[in-house]
């Protein structure tokens, strides 16, 4: 089996190879049932630390796959299996990939309604191979969310990329997971702006050398206090480390 799953502070994360990624993507799609992927921060581990619903979803979601390198540094620190970390944009590039090499489908939910038509040109463009089945824009009226799941499940698109403005954000597919028959979700909020082109990606090197933080709080200065979360996170860490030194 290609997956490892471990628990990083009781929260789970999957270890896989880079190289195994195409062949576990389309054994997800041949599995029936509403599948997922996320993408895991560190604040989204500190969150389902608190959220019971969101650690439900990441222990039911069919990979877990770690994108900050605190988390790689956390698992190396309590001496667990060293986790992959992942880039989102390099990733859903290569799902895409793959989906359009087998003439995979494909449903677009998320963003604002220009740059939800912009993304999906582009990706038509990009990916000649994909059969797009729909588009729904994330900020929605509540009393139009049957038609959306109705018309999501009937397309039964083989892939469904969530981008930004869908409020549940990953838990927008597992809250609902009962009403589609064989879709794999992923949720990423920039994706469908970066597509459309009116958002940058994170350059690779940037990436590569964990320094995306930065970047976002050039955007954002208020995030600088997301170092108080970050605090507690290294807190926890030596605080599981020093309980599992007794325990030996």
């Known amino acids: 089996m290609a997956i490892k799953r471990i628990e990083l502070l009781n929260v789970p994360i999957d270890i896989l ?3 195994k990624l195409a ?9 029936p049932g509403t599948k997922q992927i996320v993408f895991l921060t560190i604040w989204d581990l500190l969150k389902a630390r608190r959220n019971i619903k969101f650690r439900e979803c990441l222990l039911n979601a069919e990979l877990v796959l770690p994108v900050s390198t605190s988390i790689i540094k956390g698992a190396n620190f309590l001496r ?3 986790p992959v970390r992942y880039n989102p944009f390099s990733t859903i590039i290569s799902c895409l990939s793959i989906l359009d090499s087998h003439y995979k489908s494909l449903y677009l939910f998320g963003g604002r ?3 939800l038509a912009k993304a999906e040109k582009n990706v038509r463009t990009t990916f000649r191979n994909i059969r797009l089945v729909g588009r729904y824009v994330g900020h929605y009226p509540k009393d139009v969310e049957k038609d959306i799941i109705s018309a999501m499940y009937k397309a039964t698109p083989s ?13 927008w597919a597992f809250n609902r997971r009962n009403n589609f028959s064989s879709s794999l979700f992923l949720y990423n909020k920039d994706i469908i702006n970066i597509f459309a082109k009116r958002t940058k990606r994170i350059s690779p090197v940037t990436f590569d050398r964990g320094l995306e933080f930065w970047v976002e709080v050039l955007h954002n200065p208020l995030k600088i206090f997301l170092f ?4 507690w996170y290294n807190l926890l860490l030596l605080s599981c480390r020093l309980s599992k030194a007794e325990q030996t």
Do not use: H, N, W
């Open 113 to 115: 309604k220009r740059a």
């Open 17 to 19: 190879p880079p190289e």
């Open 228 to 231: 108080l979360p970050y605090i």
């Open 159 to 171: 892939f469904v990329l969530v981008g930004d403005s869908v409020s549940e954000k990953d838990l």
């Open 80 to 82: 667990l299996d060293t």
């Open 23 to 31: 062949d576990e993507l389309l054994a997800l799609l041949e599995r």
